[in-house]
């Protein structure tokens, strides 16, 4: 009796483990995941630790003799921290290249992104794994965000409670960043970064930087990395 009680248990334990990997394998658009696409999207080489490419990235226009080298590889040079390219930040700058941003394929098939990254143009096939263009894939349709909701674009402030956000700073950032945003001291100071490109700040924020040990805060509502982001403009800027 106890024996048959045991196999019993064991087999439900088995079906459910079963059933849990399932969920698992089609629940891939887990934040994790989307955090890494993020991560990716903002500078691939560094995440999967690939030698820096050194030529300039064919579809980067001639015009622009601003930026070379490793970060033409990078998607958003071409497409943006505000995913908007030519219609975003990047309308005018450095990064001034005429090309769409990719709030198009926001909620859309990520096979379409894969196979755009695999396209003569990108040409990203044999540069990474399928696994990470999959994690780009996700995160272009489902964890890219709408950021004028966040930012505004004319004044650059971004709409969040200031007070909420040095509560969120002071518990979750200042151990690495400082109370005053200047730590660590290789990177400017956040509240000069914040005020200058808060869509980066933002893209950052959600999804951790490349390649350290920071966090990405996706899992929470996204109001509160307006709120960190809008605190962050209080900080100083030299
Ligand atoms: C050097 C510039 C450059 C980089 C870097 C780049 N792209 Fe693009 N991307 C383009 C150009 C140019 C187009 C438009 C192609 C066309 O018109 O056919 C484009 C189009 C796209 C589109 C389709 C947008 C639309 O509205 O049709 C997606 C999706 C996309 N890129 C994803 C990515 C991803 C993901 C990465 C990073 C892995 C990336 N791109 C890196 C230049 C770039
Ligand atoms: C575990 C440590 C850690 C935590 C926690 C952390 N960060 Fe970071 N963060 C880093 C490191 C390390 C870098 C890279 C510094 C460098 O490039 O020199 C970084 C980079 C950044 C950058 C990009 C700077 C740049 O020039 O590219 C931003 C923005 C940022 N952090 C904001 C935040 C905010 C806001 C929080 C809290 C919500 C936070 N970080 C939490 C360690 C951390």
Redesign the pocket.
């Known amino acids: 009796m106890h024996i048959m009680k045991g196999m019993l248990q064991r087999g439900l334990i088995l079906g459910i483990s079963a059933l849990a990997l399932v969920v698992v394998n089609t629940a891939v658009a887990d934040e994790g995941t989307l955090a890494r696409g993020g991560k990716?999207?903002d500078k691939?080489f560094k995440v999967i630790k690939a030698p820096k490419p050194t030529d300039t990235?064919?579809?980067?226009p001639k015009a622009n003799t601003k930026k070379k080298g490793n970060a033409?590889?990078?998607?958003k040079?071409?497409?943006g921290w505000d995913y908007m390219g030519k219609d975003g930040a990047y309308a005018s700058g450095s990064y001034k290249?005429g090309?769409?941003?990719?709030r198009?394929?926001d909620g859309g098939d990520p096979a379409?992104?894969v196979a755009?990254?695999k396209?003569k143009?990108?040409g990203?096939s044999g540069k990474m794994a399928d696994a990470d263009?999959t994690a780009?894939?996700m995160f272009?349709t489902k964890g890219q965000v709408d950021m004028d909701k966040f930012i505004d674009r004319k004044s650059k402030k971004a709409s969040g409670n200031v007070s909420k956000g040095k509560d969120y700073f002071n518990t979750l950032c200042v151990n690495c960043h400082g109370a005053d945003g200047k730590l660590p001291k290789d990177m400017p100071p956040l509240g000069k970064l914040s005020n200058k490109n808060p869509w980066e700040v933002m893209h950052k924020i959600l999804n951790g930087q490349p390649g350290e040990g920071m966090p990405g805060l996706r899992a929470l509502p996204l109001q509160v990395t307006a709120d960190v982001n809008a605190y962050l403009q209080t900080l100083p800027k030299d």
Do not use: E, N, Q
């Open positions: 990716l999207y691939w990235h064919r579809p980067w033409t590889h990078r998607c040079s071409c497409h290249t090309i769409p941003g990719v198009k394929f379409g992104v755009v990254m396209d143009t990108h990203y263009m780009i894939a272009v």
